[in-house]
């Protein structure tokens, strides 16, 4: 059973997934391979059987579970940093706190073709995915035990991804992560002094300078952020607020699908096809008090290396301002 | 001049270093060296006229600045991530808050020896890198302009090292970065309630507990944190409560560099001499409401990757727990 742990200092809980590794020497490079080594790969049509079995999939055409002809398909994940069965326990032991390590921990097969990826999709089958996370998220969310849930992806050995064949990760967590909670203090706090969502201010100042702007439609914008973090750091709203991902009808993912796919093949063309990652931020679960959360997308090619200043204080050096980033963006031809 | 930029909804400061690099193709890999191309090492003795003129050197033999014989050597950085002259303007522009990217960035030169790693060097030697620290921190509090002073080191290129020869960085900066500050607010609620210093109050329960200390020497305890985000990620206490790391005299140093150095050779025996990342947690300067803090030494190698989850929620996922950790470090035989 893992464990989630809390730093009795900053109050930030970390996942201590025990049952994944035993010996140092599992840690040095290179590591050993996550999928079956003899090249099979576990995610394409036809190795269902190598994965556990679906627990959602998108079948056009019809046809049995854990079988062929998906094109879309999320299971759990085979070696999940939480683990769904249990009770959360929680306990202090002197000045620490535990509980745990409960919660999902999926994996959403974005396509059945091992070659394309994420912006090679038609828009049609990118709203795909995102009904995808949208129906998960609804589905997790009527499991009390949880708090948060993260939507994420690693595209490419840089950014993380063990595995080619195109993919998203979720992961249900009893707790709200500490950059969400940051988020959301800094929403309440713009909240309760002008009765405004601070995001909602963010786009109308950005949509009058245009300078940062990417990419726009009638739904949602594509910003580099003010304060970036990362060169081509990229963030993605809904123009008219909304505090849930999971709210979003067909029609608003329709739009939210269109701007991520152009938005992705923007990247690629600038920067020849990065590794990068990208995160959902949404509002906790089960929190009627937070009106005033805004969700979005946060997409950030992995150029840089983070190291010991980024790490040791949290304070990041971006070597291009993002009215640059945005401008390579823009002018792309795609 | 770089730019400091304040995030609108997390309050986090970034530094957009804008004079660095120009077009998105700097960005792709491979990076232009940062060093000459020629194989010559600007950190090695003979070389000085390669680098930036010294501000500090040990050189116990004499000699004249910017010639060999130096055992550590502090000049700045030829690419700083701050400038240091000039004054920080700052302003609001709508919803965003800027200042001038004002600060000192200086390199430690830890030995002469191009070979050398900081395990490598004698405690007495390390004791003159950990003095160079303290009296560069000395030297820069003078300046009113600066908040913070951040002391790292990146070992081996998966941690962020762009130069073999062993070294260290300091970087001055005119905010307090978010790590610090969600330590010193973890620091002041504990004193607030419990009128004591909560680091303190971890050394007693890590001692009695005993599963994730290192090594203990009189004057230095070293843990595995209980909530570790990385694996056998560490933590040097000074036993006796100090908030600031320059208040530490010529003894206290001696006591440091021991543990320091049994740290690094016992982590380097468990992980093969690994890549790693070390940073200073301390005060910030020229705060007197911060009796409450303990500074610390922060040391991880660099074994897994971050990836979207741990970038986009602050959630880490360590597959190893620090008890597991603490007992491969104590057992290694040195």
């Known amino acids: 059973m893992p464990d989630l742990r809390r730093d009795p200092v900053t109050g930030r809980w970390v996942i201590i997934a025990t049952d994944r590794i035993l010996r140092p020497q599992d840690l040095l490079p290179p590591q050993p391979p996550r999928g079956p080594a003899s090249g099979l790969c576990p995610f394409c049509p036809g190795e269902e059987r190598l994965t556990p079995r679906e627990i959602l999939a998108h079948r056009p055409a019809g046809g049995e579970p854990n079988s062929p002809g998906w094109q879309v398909r999320v299971i759990p994940n085979k070696f999940p940093a939480l683990q769904v069965e249990g009770t959360l326990d929680r306990e202090g032991i002197g ?12 994996v959403i097969l974005e396509t059945p073709d091992h070659k394309e990826t994420l912006a090679d999709l038609p828009p049609a089958r990118l709203e795909g995915v995102l009904r995808a996370f949208r129906d998960r998220i609804t589905d997790l969310k009527r499991d009390m035990r949880f708090r948060y849930i993260a939507v994420f ?7 993380g991804a063990t595995l080619d064949h195109s993919h998203s990760q979720l992961i249900a967590l009893p707790v709200i992560p500490p950059l969400p909670l940051a988020e959301l203090q800094g929403c309440r706090q713009h909240y309760r002094d002008k009765e405004r969502c601070i995001y909602c201010d963010v786009i109308k100042q950005e949509q009058r300078e245009a300078a940062r702007v990417v990419v726009d439609n009638p739904a949602f914008t594509c910003l580099t952020p003010y304060a970036a973090r990362f060169p081509f750091e990229m963030c993605i709203l809904p123009k008219h607020h909304a505090k849930s991902f999971e709210d979003s009808d067909d029609g608003l993912l329709e739009w939210c699908a269109r701007i991520l796919s152009e938005t992705l093949r923007r990247m690629d063309r600038v920067l020849a096809r990065p590794a990068y990652n990208l995160v959902l931020h949404n509002a906790p679960l089960h929190d009627r008090r937070t009106p005033f959360y805004h969700w979005h997308l946060e997409i950030a090619p992995r150029l840089t290396q983070m190291a010991a200043f980024e790490w040791g204080t949290g304070c990041h050096v971006n070597p291009i301002a993002p009215e640059e980033s945005a401008k390579f963006l823009r002018e792309a031809e795609i």
Request: overall charge neutral.
């Open 153 to 159: 992806k690693n595209h490419g050995a840089p950014a």
């Open 95 to 106: 000045l620490f706190d535990r509980m745990n390590g409960i919660g999902a921990h999926e």
